[in-house]
């Protein structure tokens, strides 16, 4: 059975000194977010965990469909990483609000 989530959130970007590469990423929060863990822990009940606790989704950012993992933060909920072919391609910058929808 597939389960669709819808989200909007800010785009943002994330580096350290150390790793001065940039990683954009929209937080999966709030229902959402509850939604993903709630997937997470029955899947984990049904088989090994992934890396991480990682969980494999596809996404959709306006026309751009793209497959990924989303990855839980105690402190933030879940993160989505967004790669730059998506931004480019659907003009996203940091600060924009983007909607996404997962397919799990």
């Known amino acids: 059975m597939t389960e669709t989530i819808a989200h909007t959130g800010p785009l943002w970007r994330w580096t350290t000194p150390a790793a001065p590469a940039a990683w954009f990423f929209v937080t999966i929060d709030g229902a959402a977010g509850e939604a993903l863990s709630g997937t997470a822990l029955m899947r984990r009940m049904e088989k090994t965990p992934r890396g991480f606790g990682s969980m494999?989704?596809?996404?959709?950012?306006?026309?751009?469909?793209?497959?990924?993992?989303?990855?839980p933060s105690k402190d933030l909920g879940w993160l989505l990483?967004?790669?730059?072919?998506?931004?480019?391609?659907?003009?996203?910058?940091?600060?924009?609000?983007?909607?996404?929808m997962l397919e799990l």
């Open 56 to 71: 494999k989704v596809t996404a959709r950012i306006g026309e751009s469909t793209f497959a990924t993992s989303v990855f």
């Open 81 to 100: 990483p967004v790669k730059a072919a998506v931004r480019k391609a659907e003009g996203l910058g940091e600060g924009d609000m983007v909607e996404v």
